[in-house]
């Protein structure tokens, strides 16, 4: 392919990086990516000294997916960054693609509940209440295997893998543990029940642990915006002239 034009799209990046934003440089360069431009270029921008390009590398590599797992070493080289952004891109790739030699920074992405950073505190549950069964299955064996991550995380992560067993009490215990993450196991339990069990993510809403808090504001807000979304596309529909 010509890569001309994603190749100035890098320049525009590392010489104006306002310009790059007022001319939407960052979904101009995915589509480039999408359209077959070097991922081999990305690894430079990897080791960029700025954390803004550093940052976007990592979110294109990001919505890039499986098909940049080529990078998951330099991926993995950003997740301990103080940055919560660097940080959670990182985390994402390494827990939805982090198998074998990465698996160890797997684990990391748990830790990151007890992270000093807010911001990371909850990024990380975000992540790991959207990897698979078969994902946390791994992780738990893993931990188990090799004795890395402590009780709580490992019946929090058994919790998540038999979640089709838990009863509404069962989450809501979860909830108001004394353990810190094990509630943060609950709440994400909670969220992967809503449909079932709506009342307990909203009720968390007002939870004592800012964390929970916070997790669950942002659910029930992304759900309110979903259904949202869903009602206009309905009436859009209802308006819709019939054809015989």
């Not at 590398?57 to 919505?63: D, G, P, Q, V």
Request: proline share 1%.
């Amino acid at each position: 392919m010509d890569e001309t034009n994603g190749l100035r799209l890098i320049e525009l990046l590392k010489k104006d990086k306002e310009k790059f934003r007022k001319e939407h440089g960052g979904y101009q360069l995915l589509q480039e990516y999408f359209y077959g431009l070097s991922k081999e270029t990305l690894r430079d921008l990897l080791s960029d000294e700025d954390k803004d390009i550093r940052g976007l590398a990592l979110w294109i590599i990001s919505e890039l997916g499986r098909t940049a797992t080529d990078l998951l070493g330099e991926v993995v080289s950003q997740i301990n960054d103080d940055d919560p952004i660097i940080c959670y891109y990182s985390s994402e790739m390494v827990a939805f693609y982090g198998t074998d030699k990465y698996m160890d920074d797997f684990m990391k992405v748990f830790g990151f509940f007890e992270h000093s950073n807010a911001k990371t505190r909850s990024l990380s549950m975000f992540i790991i209440s959207r990897l698979s069964a078969s994902r946390m299955q791994e992780a738990y064996a893993y931990s188990v295997n090799n004795k890395i991550l402590g009780d709580s995380h490992e019946k929090g992560l058994l919790s998540l893998i038999h979640i089709n067993t838990l009863t509404a009490s069962d989450i809501t215990a979860m909830i108001h543990s004394d353990d810190s993450i094990i509630r943060k196991y609950g709440v994400i339990a909670a969220r992967k029940v809503y449909e079932k069990y709506p009342e307990i993510i909203e009720e968390s809403v007002n939870s004592e642990d800012l964390d929970v808090q916070h997790f669950s504001k942002t659910e029930v807000q992304a759900k309110a915006k979903t259904a949202q979304l869903l009602n206009r596309s309905r009436k859009h529909k209802s308006r819709q002239p019939k054809t015989e």
